[in-house]
């Protein structure tokens, strides 16, 4: 229902210029025309063509960055005539996330999705707000406050901080994180003793040493053979990145226990320089892909986390849901680290611009 609500919303908002479909399942997707394809010789004869490189981190064709980044690529093509032609990179320039702000920074890349913590790090201290466990009641909750007031003020603060390096062209969804161990949980209290493979500093840090877990750091890429080696009891993340890795499959792994403590978002920017670059018609292509672009992201996110729930149950995983946890306390730590956090940082306003859009 979600996936229809969303693919409505794109047609609504490229007015029927292109037509995009994402399949659920398999999530197949049509070329939206001819013009993507065209020889670049042919186009605009005498006329500049303008060549972009987006990228994320993930290998995987599966993952929902690609298929966002090849929305982006298609609808750009066909509504510039093929006067901006784009290269996609799943993970082909890089998996390392701050190499690819790096090629941002300087050229290499036009566009990149990566994690809210690099904005941080430029000097956007408003966006750890984001980072807060429980922040968010569901989906509708965070696509009304990353797509309402709050979302457009956080924009406007990092395109003014970081002095036009980063524009925000859409808020992506990596989807709605859980916990995955060697021993189920139900409540709060499940997790005391356990290490538990997270961030290792900060408030998710602080969070689940609160209720007594041991934060470890453990690289992604070598997570599956900790959890098979018993080295970490447990980590946190959602159904489809687990499960592309395999992780479910690992005795330290098989337990997973909805307690959808972080409804994730990650940010697709823009270099502001190449973008303040193009021509008023040039940028409204851009926008408008970027745009459908994120749509798509989102509506293949949410369909993945019902195929991928299954694809894990299918393979071994024993699931406690939702509706079958305490979560009422999982939230009551969260809510106060919130309160402290907003009081201690001078970002009540913005909380509060998250909780109204409930």
């Not at 605009?44 to 490189?53: A, D, K, L, N, P």
């Not at 009641?137 to 924009?155: C, I, N, P, V, Y």
Request: glycine letters at 8%; proline letters at 2%; a negative charge.
């Amino acid at each position: 229902m979600r996936s229809a609500r969303l693919a409505i919303g794109v047609l609504s908002c490229i007015v029927a210029t292109v037509c995009l479909s994402g399949c659920a399942g398999t999530h197949e997707r049509r070329t939206i025309g001819t013009a993507a394809v065209r020889d670049t010789e042919n186009v605009q004869q005498g006329g500049e063509v303008i060549h972009m490189v987006i990228a994320s981190n993930q290998t995987s064709a599966d993952n929902p960055y690609h298929f966002g980044l090849q929305t982006f690529k298609e609808v750009v093509e066909e509504l510039s005539g093929g006067t901006i032609q784009v290269e996609c990179s799943d993970g082909t320039l890089s998996e390392d996330e701050p190499t690819l702000i790096g090629m941002l920074d300087d050229g290499q890349a036009q566009m990149v999705v990566c994690s809210p913590g690099h904005m941080s790090s430029a000097g956007v201290s408003e966006i750890d707000l984001i980072s807060l466990l429980y922040l968010f009641d569901g989906f509708e909750h965070w696509e009304a406050a990353m797509d309402g007031e709050f979302g457009s003020t956080l924009s406007d603060i990092i395109l003014q901080r970081t002095n036009n390096r980063y524009r925000i062209m859409g808020y992506w969804s990596a989807g709605v994180r859980d916990y995955y161990g060697k021993i189920p949980i139900r409540t709060a209290l499940d997790v005391q003793g356990l290490t538990i493979r997270t961030q290792i500093s900060g408030v998710v840090s602080q969070y689940w040493t609160g209720l007594g877990a041991q934060p470890v750091e453990v690289g992604w890429g070598v997570l599956y053979d900790a959890l098979m080696a018993d080295e970490v009891d447990s980590a946190e993340n959602d159904y489809t990145n687990l499960m592309l890795k395999q992780h479910h499959t690992t005795e330290n792994g098989k337990y997973i226990c909805e307690t959808h403590h972080d409804y994730t978002t990650r940010l697709f920017i823009i270099n502001g320089d190449f973008y303040d670059s193009l021509t008023p018609e040039q940028k409204n292509w851009v926008d408008t892909a970027s745009l459908a672009a994120t749509l798509q992201e989102r509506a293949v996110t949410y369909d993945m986390m019902d195929s991928s729930k299954a694809q894990c149950i299918a393979e071994g995983a024993i699931v406690t849901d939702y509706e079958d946890m305490d979560i009422a306390s999982f939230q009551e730590a969260a809510i106060a680290i919130q309160n402290q956090y907003a009081q201690e940082n001078g970002l009540n306003t913005y909380l509060n611009m998250i909780r109204s859009a409930r």
